[in-house]
């Protein structure tokens, strides 16, 4: 079992998923967005890079995400790899996910 405070089960993030598509301010907004697990990897493997930062964004009006590595002092690193491009849901929605 890891002691990472990131990391909850599947329980609390569906009811944190389920709070905040049901919350009427954001009915109609985009639910997820979905980077490719090589989008990360490269941002990850950056040197110097200890985490990511997720911005929320608009793109052409739709809620979206813009991720940018981290570095030690908890800067981000602007100079870097920079990610977009998320597939949105909708339209882009997983099947059968207990987070939506």
Do not use: W
């Not at 997820?32 to 990360?40: H, Q």
């Not at 981000?76 to 996910?97: E, Q, V, W």
Request: net charge negative; aromatic share 4%; hydrophobic share 40%.
């Amino acid at each position: 079992m890891t002691t990472n405070p990131h990391i909850i089960p599947l329980s609390q993030a569906a009811q944190m998923t389920h709070a905040y598509q049901n919350a009427s301010q954001y009915q109609g907004n985009t639910i997820s967005g979905m980077i490719d697990a090589n989008a990360y990897q490269l941002l990850l493997a950056q040197p110097g890079c200890v985490g990511v930062r997720t911005y929320f964004a608009l793109d052409q009006g739709a809620l979206t995400i813009v991720v940018v590595g981290v570095d030690n002092n908890e800067n981000d690193m602007t100079n870097g790899i920079i990610l977009d491009g998320a597939l949105l849901c909708p339209p882009k929605c997983p099947t059968n996910s207990p987070l939506m």
